[in-house]
């Protein structure tokens, strides 16, 4: 099956700084790949997606970026600010619905 | 409701015990999901109904574990004879089916079973 590892665990962040999360996936089938952010005692919420067929992806301070030949894709948050304090997890999947995620990296942003 | 609406919200129950977790999905949406997270590890899928059936139950551990959907809507995980090991947050989610696959998943907050 696939197996997605996340990188790094933890990140804190000076406020107005970037974010980086970096993941790796196993499966070379894999076709579509979501970041969801998890707030406490929430469930998870889309933040962005990226299929196969695209190599970059942004949503205002929002990015994603996909290497398939590597099998990694990385989230990029741009001017952080402390509400974007949560875990993020990186998820990859044939189709759409088994999404196999990765262990979560949690967040903090210094005011 | 607006969202994926989950009950209990939180479970504490007896090794052995029977414990039953409900899903009420977004409404119109046919798709829904169960996944599991463990602390501090990432959801693990679980089981996907497309409408009243079961389109894929490969991630449900074991016999124990059993969902139905009867009419399509509303889900109820079921766990049979808990062992500590289930403990955990239950997720469910939702989605609208779209051409090409499926739609973005929206999930609940999800059902804290703890077994003693």
């Known amino acids: 099956g696939e197996n997605v590892e996340q990188h790094p665990s933890t990140l804190s962040v000076q406020e107005g700084d970037s974010a980086v999360i970096k993941c790796t996936y196993s499966?070379?089938?894999?076709?579509?790949f979501p970041w969801y952010k998890q707030e406490l005692g929430k469930g998870p919420q889309l933040i962005i997606d990226?299929?196969?067929?695209?190599g970059e992806k942004k949503d205002q301070r929002i990015a994603v970026t996909l290497n398939k030949t590597a099998k990694h894709f990385s989230l990029h948050i741009t001017e952080t600010q402390p509400e974007d304090s949560a875990v993020y997890f990186c998820?990859?999947?044939?189709?759409?619905?088994?999404?196999?995620f990765g262990a979560g990296t949690t967040v903090t942003v210094r005011a | 409701g607006a969202g994926v609406s989950q009950t209990p919200s939180n479970k504490v129950t007896e090794k052995g015990k029977y414990v039953e977790l409900r899903c009420d999905p977004i409404?119109?949406?046919?798709?829904l999901y169960w996944y599991r997270q463990s602390l501090g590890q990432g959801p693990e899928f679980l089981i996907y109904?497309?409408?009243?059936?079961?389109?894929?139950d490969s991630g449900l551990p074991n016999d124990r574990f059993f969902a139905v959907r009867p009419e399509g809507s509303v889900s109820t995980l079921k766990i049979q004879r808990t062992e500590r090991g289930d403990s955990a947050v239950y997720l469910c989610?939702?989605?609208?089916?779209?051409?090409?696959?499926?739609?973005?998943?929206?999930f609940g907050e999800g059902s804290r079973l703890t077994v003693l």
């Open positions: 989610a939702s989605s609208l089916m779209l051409a090409g696959g499926t739609g973005e998943l929206f």
């Open positions: 499966d070379s089938a894999s076709n579509y």
């Open positions: 990226i299929r196969s067929n695209v």
């Open positions: 998820a990859a999947s044939r189709g759409d619905y088994k999404l196999s």
């Open positions: 409404s119109g949406h046919t798709a």
């Open positions: 109904f497309q409408g009243t059936g079961a389109a894929d």
